[in-house]
């Protein structure tokens, strides 16, 4: 497999992507989303919208190391956020704190491996870098009521005054959990896991229905 | 519901998001086998019980998955202080 | 029936808008603003129930949530109904149907009533112990019949129509009670600029100015809330929730509160509505301003329709312009419940006499009745009331000073309503909530909130600051003091003036004396609901329990739905006085979340239905759906259990998707099992930590099994784990303990070991793994990948990177069928792909999907464990025969060695691991089955051992089992017998678990 890279032989990793003759399928491919965004309500307190299919890369690396702070921010472009909670958006890549020495890269699908890469070949000393995208999806929440649903689902405070935009936290969501990040005064995106997608789905349905759900393809 | 301070995340956060991990300060014995019966089974069964300050461990599960040891009182409930791996308590005594 | 007790005008309710409900079968009209009890006591309704213990008729007797009796069955459909609602809290709407609790067959005419009049006799304190002890297998026919007789309400039958929803809040400040102590408490930090959620269990907010005369602020007190309110609403940061009781108050400020929106709209919500929503609040600070509840006297038959509570008396004829009687006796130890017999005079009905229980009552209140000609009898008290299922006289006696004793000639008066009031308790439920045990203060005559732990204020009655201006001033000092902890400045708020009268000291009096001592008196009720006399607690003290919680154990005083609001101050009194010693030294019983009775679809919420347990789906669930399957629960995942065709049993389908395994190819979802990504350059040595087995030369490309031990040397999970690179391992776990594992190795790594460079990400929804198992197999992905994965080059226990049905893969060749297999792992958005594929290259083999059942079989014809299933807990690698799993050689002590080696994980005759043959094959024995050696010993026999798998083999063509016998590894071919619950025993041989294929020939292939 010339694709797949045995760096020194310390890591294994490759790309994952078939070529673009096959389709992936995201965790809500089953719930048919352009057909309810067609056929379904056009206003309402709550917007839906799966960011599917993006490339997902944890990163874990020491933040008190200067040169792997340098190296992560020269293969993704954008210094990593150290301050807890925080995260960071440059052009299509962003950054996530989940850890004081973990981080979430989500970037579009197609240049997960490029950015593996890049962070194998700058990163030096213990790191790890994972692709995760298989396990990840993107629920965008947004609209007049969407902190209404968040309080029915969520135990974190997501009140502006302490949860500005850019803020993330790992939580708790309804019985599964979630990373929440503010991405704009009435717009969350929730990270959440492959396995629990359609139950978390489900909850955002219910948990917006006295509002009335907009879903977006 | 305990509300627990998170030493690595900076803020308060609901105990759902937490679980509690026993005891804290229990070093795991540097050379097991040398460790006599009673030894062994110190290490592994007896725990403190105490009515009062209570030293112990934590993950944030829910969070940013990282251990750490909060002293709490077992009668008020009240969390006197976190703080974090390989660190000593500060507050000893009621 | 009119609405004989309505006044013509007052109050606020809406005479303009009538409202048609029915009460037990019968329909009744009453207005927009009414409660359910102050219609009914509009409609002259006098009796509401029958008593729990002794039958007897019972009224309403307050007006908020301390009410004992009123207690109502709600409901107009089978699937609405909901039991235990106070009628004096239920706001009266069109159609309402309300029923009483208690009383069987009806409330009118109680067959218990005959044992209500012998009752006394028949059921005292501490009943049920002594009458219904023995014999003991009659309990449950008593125990029918007395609930039958007493009831205590119903749950609906159906399913509950209505959506109840839960919200989490977070604020700066928690105000509790919108009384005027708690409007300014709010107003102060809301305009201070905290957040601020108050709360108040009524439609309105007000308290005690809702049926006040009292001006405030120059205006009405009414209009003066009003205006707050306004203000309140406009504030962004403030979260006003009327009809919202706080009901729990717990650790680190956190409250639970009861909202509900439209229980005083319709029998349910309409157009969807949420009907009921529980707020989860996280305060910074709480004010508690919840009030007081008044205290009635305990007196001879005080529980006769007619008996009230006088605040009550007066919040229905001031509030809902209802005066629930004709002839009023009012009896009081203070100046304040003369505003009853005011309120009673001025709306134009009689008023016999106040009955005053202090010698020299003054005061302006005194003079405003006296002015009225109404006649005052000082230093006297009602010592009982005449009447069964309505007040028709009262007797009136002089007591000395004390209030010990009657003191002179007793004297009837006639009366239908006898208004009393023995002071005022503070409301401290929510304080004693959080474990703070309140303190009795001589002044206020009534327990006061304690010292708490909480970040807690306290402001207004129930601080026993009983009058509005002081109720005002103390909201505004917890408001101020509130910013202040908070870090916010100070603000102006004005007090407003307020016009009420200077009251004189009360008397402390709970237990008016009787000519007679109290055993043989009429009876004096204490806690109406379940049915405490006075004389019940002198029984209970005199025989005995003289804490005052083994007092209430012993008589069930506070034990109703009403948890003794109106009753466990006086039953402290009368068991103190018995005991000869204050109240502060008898003490008080704590109260308990929740305040009130909460609803199941409050506490439920969304979390019902389809929504109760999440349920965790692979990426190729859809398929299963679609192909039939029928699902386990495996943890929170639905898992394939068997994939029946049309017509099969599910042992047929088993046996054709092990058939098909053994003899072409076989298909499993395994995505469930937990996988977990180490890199590091200590990751070898980790793994040799935290596995039983040697990890340091398992070379790059190499797979292997290791069990994973607690440190007591018992096994907890199994799994391979791949060598991806020399700092890179793929560890899988079991399906249910993934979690489990990844948090154990991260507390072994940051708690012990943080100097080892290793870090853990769990990958186990990343991939979607499918194995496919069988003599085929090998040619189907031949088919699918262009790599080289014959015998040679793709050996058992290797893993390679390729490319199957287009897809990038990482194929481990492991079996766990004992057939030549290979667990396919790509990325889960190709889990669907990748599976489809090799369905439509996989026709010609006959390509078999199969669930976990048939993986269990075929994994037991190997013998291989199932953690958790042949594994509980108290079993090390030996007693499973798998000290080959085990390395005693490695220089660390991995988890688990040393706890191997104590003395009873190596004695002799520990259960140890074994197959289990039937003599007769047809024979498959129940898991669980206890063996013994010696089926003639006698009962209870010595028991060996208890089956842990147990299945019938196709391939075999008999039955199989694992199971655990004393010293089994030493009795290969020994008998082993299995008594079973029908009586069979079953005569079994004992041989090595591996049934098929004991030198691994089928997976070398």
Known sequence: MSEVKQEAATVSYMEQLADASIQGQSPLFHADLATVAKSGPKTGGVTFKEEALMGHITLRLNAENADQLKAAEKALGVALPTQPLTSVEKGDVSVRWISPDEWLVIVPGLKTFEVESALHNELSGHYQVVNVSGGWTIYKLSGANVLDVLKKSTIVDVHPSVFPVGKVVSTAFAKSSAIIRRSGESEFELVVRRSFADYLWLWIQDASREFGLVVEA | MFYIYCPYCGEHREEEEFHNHGQAHIERPKDPDSCTDEEWGNYMFFRKNPKGLHHEIWVHAAGCRKFFNVTRHTVTYEIKEVYKMGEQPKVVAE | ?1005
């Open chain 3, 1 to 1005: 029936m009119s609405q004989k007790n309505r006044l013509q005008s007052g109050g606020r309710i809406d005479r303009s808008k009538p409202l048609t409900f029915t009460y037990n079968g019968k329909q009744y009209e009453g207005f927009a603003g009414d409660t359910l009890a102050s219609a009914l006591l509009a409609n002259g309704v006098d009796l509401i129930g029958r008593s729990f213990k002794y039958s007897r008729p019972r009224g309403i007797v307050a007006a908020g949530a301390e009410e004992p009796n009123a207690i109502m069955q709600l409901g107009a459909t089978e699937a609405t109904q909901v039991p235990n609602v106070r009628a004096t809290q239920q706001e009266l709407f069109s159609g309402l149907v309300s029923s009483a609790t208690n009383g069987w067959p009806s409330v009118e005419n109680d067959v218990m009533g005959l044992v209500g009049k012998i009752g006394g006799k028949m059921m005292p304190p501490g009943f049920y112990y002594k009458t219904f002890m023995y014999p003991q297998s009659m309990w449950e026919t008593y125990e029918t019949f007395i609930r039958k007789a007493a009831g205590l309400g119903r749950s609906p039958k159906e399913y509950d129509p209505d959506i109840y929803d839960k919200v989490n809040q977070h604020a700066d400040v928690v105000v509790v009670g919108a009384g005027p102590a708690g409007l300014l408490a709010a107003q102060t930090a809301a305009r201070g600029g905290a957040r601020v959620i108050i709360a108040d269990e009524q439609n309105e907010f007000g308290g005690s100015l809702l049926s006040s005369k009292e001006s405030v602020d120059g205006k009405a007190a009414h209009a003066w809330v009003a205006s707050v309110v306004k203000e309140l609403e406009a504030n962004e940061n403030v979260i006003v929730l009327p009809r919202s009781t706080v009901n729990g108050y717990h650790d680190h400020n956190f409250l639970t509160i009861h909202e509900r929106l439209t229980d005083h709209i319709a029998d349910r919500a309409p157009n969807g509505q949420v009907r009921q929503r529980y707020h989860r609040v996280r305060a910074k600070w709480v004010v508690l301003a919840t009030g007081a509840h008044e205290r009635p006297l305990v007196y001879g038959n005080n529980d006769v329709p007619g008996c009230m509570v006088a605040n009550a008396v007066s919040t229905y004829i001031n509030r809902y312009g209802v005066v629930p009687g004709n002839e009023l006796v009012l009896m009081t130890t203070n100046d304040n419940a003369y505003r009853t017999a005011i309120d009673w005079h001025d709306a134009g009905r009689k008023v016999q006499a106040i009955v005053d229980t202090r010698k020299n009552p003054t005061g302006a209140l005194v003079e405003a009745a006296r002015e009225r000609g109404i006649t005052v009898i000082a230093g006297s008290a009602v010592i009982d009331v005449q009447g069964s299922k309505r007040v028709t006289g009262v007797s009136v006696a002089p007591i000395s000073e004390d209030g010990s004793k009657v003191t002179g000639s007793v004297k009837k008066l006639s009366a239908d309503t006898v208004a009393s009031s023995g002071g005022w308790s503070p409301v401290i439920h929510l304080s004693c909530h959080t474990g703070s045990k309140p303190v009795w203060n001589e002044e206020v005559l009534g327990f006061l909130p304690g010292k708490t732990v909480q970040k807690q204020l306290t402001a207004g009655a129930i601080n026993g600051t009983f009058n509005t201006a002081g109720a005002l001033e103390e909201g505004k000092k917890a408001g101020l003091e509130a910013l202040e902890k908070l870090g916010l400045s100070a603000v102006e708020v004005a007090v407003p003036a307020t016009t009420e009268q200077k009251e004189s000291k009360p008397m402390a009096l709970f237990h008016v004396p009787h000519t007679k001592p109290t055993s043989q008196a009429p009876k004096q009720f204490v806690d109406y609901q379940n049915d405490v006399t006075a004389a019940g607690i002198e029984l209970a003290c005199r025989e005995g329990f003289e804490s005052i919680e083994h007092v209430k154990r012993y008589t069930a005083m506070g034990f109703g739905t009403d948890q003794g609001k109106l009753g466990n101050i006086n039953g402290m009194a009368v068991a103190a006085k018995v005991l000869n010693q204050s109240i502060p030294e008898t003490g008080t019983t704590i109260f308990r979340p929740n305040y009130t009775p909460i609803t199941f679809g409050a506490i439920a919420g969304r979390d019902c239905k389809d929504l109760f347990d999440p349920e965790r789906y692979s990426a190729m669930h859809k398929w299963h759906l679609e192909h039939g399957a029928k699902f386990e629960d495996v943890g929170q995942w639905k898992r394939p259990w068997y994939f029946p065709k049309a017509g099969e049993s599910m042992q047929q389908a088993l046996d054709r998707e092990c058939l098909a395994t053994r003899e072409s190819i076989g298909i499993l979802d395994a995505s469930t099992l937990g996988k977990i990504d180490i890199q590091g350059k200590d990751a070898r040595e980790f793994l040799g930590r935290v596995y039983s087995n040697a990890w340091a030369k398992l070379p790059v490309g190499k797979c292997r099994y290791g069990l994973m031990l607690k440190e007591d040397g018992m096994v907890f999970d199994d799994g391979v784990t791949s060598c991806l690179a020399e700092n890179h391992f793929l560890m899988t776990t079991t399906s249910g303990g993934a979690a489990t594992v990844l948090n154990w190795l991260e507390f072994y790594h940051q708690t012990e070991w943080p100097e080892l460079e290793v870090y853990f990400t769990s990958v186990t929804d990343h991939w979607a793994t499918m194995t496919i198992s069988g003599p085929n197999s090998r040619k189907l992905l031949e088919e699918l990948t262009d790599a080289d994965v014959s015998k040679d080059s793709f050996k058992f226990m290797d893993w390679k990177p390729m490319t199957v049905a287009g897809v990038p893969a990482r194929v481990f060749r492991i079996s766990f069928t004992g057939e030549l297999s290979f667990e396919i792992n790509v990325q889960a958005n190709y889990g669907m792909h990748v599976w489809e594929k090799l369905f439509e290259h996989g026709e010609k083999y006959d390509l078999t999907p199969y669930g976990t059942e048939t993986m269990h079989i075929l994994r037991a014809e190997k013998g291989f464990i199932i953690a958790g299933q042949d594994t509980d807990g108290s079993v090390h690698p030996y007693d499973l025969g798998m000290g080959w799993a085990v390395s005693m050689n490695k220089p660390f002590s991995f988890i688990g060695k040393r706890g191997m080696q104590r003395e009873d994980c190596v004695r002799a005759e520990r259960k140890q691991m074994v197959g289990i043959k039937t003599i007769d094959p047809n024979i498959v024995l129940p898991e669980g089955a206890q063996g013994v050696f010696d089926p003639t010993a006698p009962i209870p026999m010595p028991m060996v051992g208890h089956i842990s798998s147990s299945y019938w083999s196709a391939c075999l063509g008999r039955s199989i089992a694992l199971g655990f016998v004393k010293g089994g590894l030493d009795k290969m071919g020994e008998k082993v017998y299995y008594p079973l619950v029908d009586g069979r025993i079953v005569e079994a041989e004992i041989c090595s678990p591996i049934f098929l294929d004991p030198k691994g020939e089928r997976q070398n292939v």
